[in-house]
Nanobody, 125 residues
Framework: QVDLVESGGGLVQPGGSLTLSCAAS????????IAWFRQAPGQEREGISC????????YYTDSVKGRFTISRDNAKNTVYLQMDSLKPEDTGVYYC??????????????????WGQGTQVTVSF
């Protein structure tokens, strides 16, 4: 069992920045690849980024590539998502989750297992 808790969401204007955190209670956190997902209003949840357990690989979907940066601090059992140049279409609930595979060109988003409860991000004037 891995308990994940997201934080850092809020209201931000277009062009602004936010940093989300995903904290885990599991002492073997560095065994897990971690992904970020988002669910926009009325849409399905989609995987947008992941980072491998050793930090060797990161993956981004085209919609966030160049604007979002994923990182992790295994000593703090925390994964971060730095979000810059935010757009209204980035609005949604953001979740973190574990996933089996995370490489630079592939992420097994459909096989994500442990989930956090989500944090709301709203990009609006």
């Amino acid at each position: 069992q891995v308990d994940l808790v997201e934080s850092g969401g809020g209201l931000v204007q277009p062009g602004g920045s936010l940093t989300l955190s995903c904290a885990a209670s599991q002492y073997t956190f560095d065994n897990y690849n971690i992904a970020w997902f988002r669910q926009a209003p009325g849409q399905e949840r989609e995987g947008i980024s992941c980072i491998s357990n050793s930090r060797e690989y990161t993956y981004y979907t085209d919609s966030v590539k160049g604007r979002f940066t994923i990182s992790r601090d295994n000593a703090k059992n925390t994964v971060y998502l730095q979000m810059d140049s935010l757009k209204p279409e980035d609005t949604g609930v953001y979740y973190c989750a574990t996933l089996p595979l995370c490489y630079s060109d592939y992420a097994s988003f459909d096989e994500s297992h442990y989930w956090g409860q989500g944090t709301q991000v709203t990009v609006s004037f």
